[in-house]
């Protein structure tokens, strides 16, 4: 098995909505904000080659969306998902399985592009997975999540007959399985993946950030963030029993890290590049 992080470039996102209920004063120390009261955040999706799969963890924003839709999140930066893709060596045709861990629209924007002929897949070859619930959660949104549920994302991965679901209690992977946690919205899938003699957390937006780690910081996006609360107490504590690496979708520096108990709580013990863990 092979594992590369793949970045697909950065976005800005509300520095309150982001740290929920934690204060300015606290959650500006670890991501400054601009003069929008914006944070700068990582699209950070993952590649893993096993066999004859090539598996791609999400898909980041994409680019097909106008120019006001991407004035109120500035994508910036030079990195993105093709270009990444090709520079791990690989070619979007060569993508065997796009693995959704949910379906908001900086995780699921990349999976589809507009061309000549209108939308089409960025990978033509691949099986698309997502959770049954939340694809039906998704295509018909509550009020509060229906401005990150997009049509022009769904609805193609929809009619082109690649769509699979994840099984409840099952994988499609070798060497890979998922945690289900419905905090920040419907039966979203961490993948959890045995690389070697390490396991490794995808923790995609119930932990988007190291700074997250605390169990006070929990998003404004949340749909339910009392449970996101519970769901993070029990990855963490698993995190710390298994020695498991935490890799963060969204953190802007960080990529993965080690969490520890502490007098004040489990705490981030180290963290780093992902390279640097395995």
């Known amino acids: 098995m092979n594992i590369r992080i793949i970045n697909t470039g950065f976005f800005k996102l509300d520095g309150g909505a982001m740290f929920g209920v934690v204060p300015k004063p606290l959650w500006s120390k670890q991501n400054p904000a601009d003069e929008r009261n914006r944070c700068t955040w990582a699209m950070r999706c993952l590649l893993i080659e096993e066999g004859n799969r090539l598996v791609l963890v999400d898909t980041g924003m994409g680019n097909k969306q106008d ?14 998902l093709v270009g990444s893709i090709h520079k791990a060596g690989f070619k979007p045709e060569d993508i065997t399985d796009v693995l959704l861990t949910h379906l908001h629209f900086d995780h699921v924007g990349g999976a589809v592009i507009n061309n000549s002929n209108g939308p089409a897949l960025t990978f033509p070859n691949a099986t698309y997975w997502s959770d049954s619930d939340h694809w039906q959660w998704a295509m018909h949104p509550n009020s509060r999540e229906k401005a990150s549920f997009l049509k022009e994302n769904l ?15 099952s994988s499609p992977f070798p060497n890979l399985n998922f945690i289900r946690v ?7 899938m961490l993948p959890v993946i045995r690389y070697k003699d390490q396991t490794i957390i995808y923790a995609a937006d119930l932990l988007p950030s190291s700074a997250h780690v605390p169990m006070p910081w929990v998003m404004a996006y949340d749909v339910r963030p009392l449970l996101t609360m519970e769901e993070k107490e029990q990855v963490l ?35 780093g590049p992902l390279s640097g863990f395995l």
């Open 182 to 188: 419905n905090g920040h919205t419907e039966q979203m």
């Open 67 to 80: 120019a006001k839709f991407f004035g109120h999140y500035d994508p910036h930066g030079e990195d993105t």
């Open 237 to 271: 504590r698993r995190a710390v029993d298994e020695k498991c690496i935490l890799l963060f979708e969204h953190d802007p520096v960080y990529e993965a890290a080690i969490v520890e108990n502490t007098e004040k709580g489990i705490r981030i013990r180290e963290r």
């Open 155 to 169: 609805l193609p991965i929809h009619e082109s007959g690649q769509l699979r679901y994840v099984e409840k209690d």
